[in-house]
């Protein structure tokens, strides 16, 4: 790591370094959302923006890394949301549903998980990043995947599949649009079954 600039303050570690670029784009990002540059990230660290750029390759990458370390919040009170339902379909149902209640108020999720921010920051809904988001939800629900028959390689197509279920109703909420029960019985009806089926196998 080159010994140089950071307002004097030069980080001990690239880690420490990456730890201190997330927080000004973390402060950037609640200041005034997500329209900010690399310059303005290396001014505020006192850095040129060479050495940003050494750690994240666009501000999409560091908007994005940023994001999915700050939805650990939003993880933390989705398992606390969903720690009674052991059964695979309910806990995705549920899991889907109180994620797309939870999107409009959530400033990171929705960077990561909102199309046309998504579209900006992340290729697609299904980009790595919004695929790692997935699976650590999954990882975090009370359910014992193995026992159920869903393997990993079923788990990762799971995970994909509910990114273009929010994606959808993103995009389309319906009309009028799906909320509450309304939404979890559609859930229910048309996305519980694949999962019983799989169970079933």
């Given at each position: 790591?080159r010994?140089?600039?950071?307002s004097?303050a030069v980080?001990?570690?690239?880690?420490?370094?990456?730890?201190?670029i997330?927080?000004?784009a973390?402060?950037a990002i609640?200041?005034s959302?997500?329209?900010?540059?690399?310059?303005?990230i290396?001014r505020?660290?006192?850095?040129?923006r060479?050495t940003?750029y050494?750690?994240f390759?666009n501000?999409?990458a560091l908007?994005?890394?940023t994001a999915l370390?700050e939805?650990?919040r939003?993880?933390d009170?989705l398992t606390a949301?969903l720690?009674?339902?052991?059964d695979?379909?309910?806990?995705?149902?549920?899991?889907?549903a109180y994620?797309?209640?939870?999107?409009?108020r959530?400033?990171y999720?929705?960077?990561?998980?909102?199309?046309?921010?998504?579209g900006a920051?992340?290729a697609?809904?299904?980009?790595?990043?919004a695929?790692?988001?997935?699976?650590?939800?999954?990882e975090?629900?009370?359910?014992?995947w193995?026992r159920a028959?869903i393997?990993?390689?079923h788990l990762?197509?799971l995970?994909?599949?509910?990114l273009?279920?929010?994606?959808?109703?993103?995009?389309?909420?319906?009309r009028?649009?799906?909320?509450?029960a309304d939404?979890?019985?559609?859930l229910a009806?048309?996305?519980?079954p694949a999962?019983?089926?799989?169970?079933?196998?």
């Amino acid at each position: 790591m080159r010994r140089h600039g950071w307002s004097g303050a030069v980080p001990s570690t690239d880690a420490e370094a990456v730890d201190r670029i997330l927080a000004v784009a973390r402060a950037a990002i609640e200041r005034s959302g997500a329209d900010f540059t690399m310059a303005e990230i290396a001014r505020e660290l006192g850095v040129t923006r060479q050495t940003v750029y050494r750690y994240f390759p666009n501000a999409d990458a560091l908007i994005a890394a940023t994001a999915l370390v700050e939805t650990g919040r939003f993880l933390d009170v989705l398992t606390a949301h969903l720690d009674r339902i052991t059964d695979p379909a309910d806990a995705v149902v549920e899991g889907i549903a109180y994620t797309l209640e939870t999107l409009p108020r959530d400033r990171y999720l929705s960077l990561l998980l909102t199309p046309g921010r998504v579209g900006a920051y992340s290729a697609d809904v299904t980009s790595d990043t919004a695929l790692i988001l997935g699976r650590s939800i999954l990882e975090r629900f009370a359910v014992d995947w193995e026992r159920a028959g869903i393997d990993n390689a079923h788990l990762d197509e799971l995970v994909e599949h509910m990114l273009r279920i929010v994606q959808s109703f993103v995009l389309d909420p319906g009309r009028p649009p799906r909320r509450a029960a309304d939404l979890r019985a559609y859930l229910a009806t048309w996305v519980a079954p694949a999962l019983r089926n799989i169970q079933q196998r």
